[in-house]
């Protein structure tokens, strides 16, 4: 079982750039998962945001995708969100996440979660 | 963008019922289609993907159906863990996931 754990401020200041890191356990980020993050407005649905797999590619929600990065880091076994120029409706539940079936899911390993508000 | 509609938006049942919730498709999704189970303050749960194929670990009063536009997810007797809301995921085209369902238990 894949164990994933987000970390990261918790508030973020409008117009700067939200920066999450999930850290992988149990299994290699260069293994045959796909890795990647979803997000959850208070109250809302639930947003695809984007994926990567193993360095190679990375596939981005086209309605964030100039504002997005998803990268990683294999000497830490880790995967990272940065979300540039937020603004309130960037405000969310930030979940990690882990499909081995693709890069669109389904998902079948989740982080905790952690809530970013941005606010000034 | 492929959009997913769930029905009903509440549902209110007792222990025993059997409850089904449906996830439509704007445009045919083929079976690329998952379902999971959100309690408040917790992180989503698979429990089915590819339409109907049970995610490990999960009870087999749970099952899904259909293919192309409509989907169902189907709980053969409802349970008191039960509660709490359920979300359809497309998987074909980028992801888009339902509004939610959201379960009471009566």
């Known amino acids: 079982q894949v164990q994933l754990q987000e970390s990261g401020p918790g508030l973020v200041k409008p117009s700067e750039t939200l920066s999450l890191t999930c850290r992988v356990s149990s299994y290699s980020v260069n293994s045959k998962y796909y890795w990647g993050w979803i997000r959850q407005p208070p109250g809302k649905g639930l947003e695809w945001i984007g994926s990567i797999y193993q360095s190679v590619s990375t596939y981005d929600n086209p309605a964030l995708k100039s504002r997005l990065t998803i990268s990683l880091d294999t000497s830490k076994n880790e995967f990272s969100l940065k979300l540039s120029f937020v603004t309130a409706a960037d405000t969310a539940v930030y979940y990690c996440?882990?499909?081995?079936?693709?890069?669109?899911?389904?998902?079948?390993?989740w982080g905790q979660g952690t809530m970013v508000t941005v606010s000034s | 963008d492929i959009q997913m509609t769930q029905s009903p938006s509440t549902l209110s049942a007792s222990v025993g019922d059997r409850v089904t919730i449906t996830c439509r498709a704007s445009?045919?999704?083929?079976?690329?289609l998952a379902w999971y189970h959100q309690k408040p303050g917790k992180a989503p749960k698979l429990l089915i993907y590819g339409a109907s194929s049970l995610e490990s670990g999960v009870p087999s009063r749970f099952s899904g159906s259909g293919s192309g536009t409509e989907f169902t997810l189907t709980i053969g007797s409802l349970q008191p863990d039960d509660f709490g809301t359920y979300s359809c995921q497309q998987y074909q085209s980028y992801s888009t996931f339902g509004q939610g369902t959201k379960v009471e238990i009566k």
């Open positions: 445009q045919s999704i083929s079976s690329w």
């Open positions: 996440v882990a499909s081995r079936g693709g890069e669109y899911g389904a998902f079948d390993n």
